[in-house]
Nanobody, 124 residues
C-alpha cells in the first residue's frame, strides 16, 4: 500500500519562494509517476506538475511553467516542488499523488494515492 506525506507549506509574501516535499513509502512499482496538484477553496483540484518515477520526464501546468520545478531523489523516495516567484493565485492546498499504472495524466481522478495536503498561502 502506497503512502504519501507532504510537507513544507506555509505563509509567504508574493515574489518569495517555498519548497514542498512529498515522501513516498509502501508498495511502489517501477515507473509509477508522481504529480503535484493544488486546490483552492470552492475550486476543483488542478494539475501542477508531474515527474516519472525515475525522474527522466517532467511536465508542468502553463500557470507554473518557468516558476516551479519538480524533482526527485529516487533513493529516498522523495519528490520536491520548488516554487519561485510565488503569486497570490498560487494560494491553495497542495497535494502529491501517485498512480500504479505509471501513465501520465493531468486529471486528478486518474490517480490512486494521495497525501493529506499542505497549505500554501501567498499574500500580496
Amino acid at each position: 500500500q502506497v503512502q504519501l506525506v507532504e510537507s513544507g507549506g506555509g505563509l509567504v509574501q508574493a515574489g518569495n519562494s517555498l519548497r514542498l516535499s512529498c515522501a513516498a513509502s509502501g508498495n511502489i512499482f517501477s515507473n509509477t509517476p508522481l504529480a503535484w496538484f493544488r486546490q483552492a477553496p470552492g475550486k476543483e483540484r488542478d494539475f501542477v506538475a508531474h515527474i516519472t518515477w525515475r525522474g527522466e520526464r517532467k511536465y508542468y501546468a502553463d500557470s507554473v511553467k518557468g516558476r516551479f520545478t519538480i524533482s526527485r531523489d529516487s533513493r529516498s523516495n522523495l519528490v520536491a516542488l520548488q516554487m519561485n516567484s510565488l503569486k497570490p493565485e498560487d494560494t491553495a492546498i497542495y497535494y502529491c499523488a501517485s498512480r500504479n499504472t505509471g501513465v501520465f495524466s493531468t486529471t486528478s481522478s486518474d490517480y490512486d494515492y494521495w497525501g493529506q495536503g499542505t497549505q500554501v498561502t501567498v499574500s500580496s
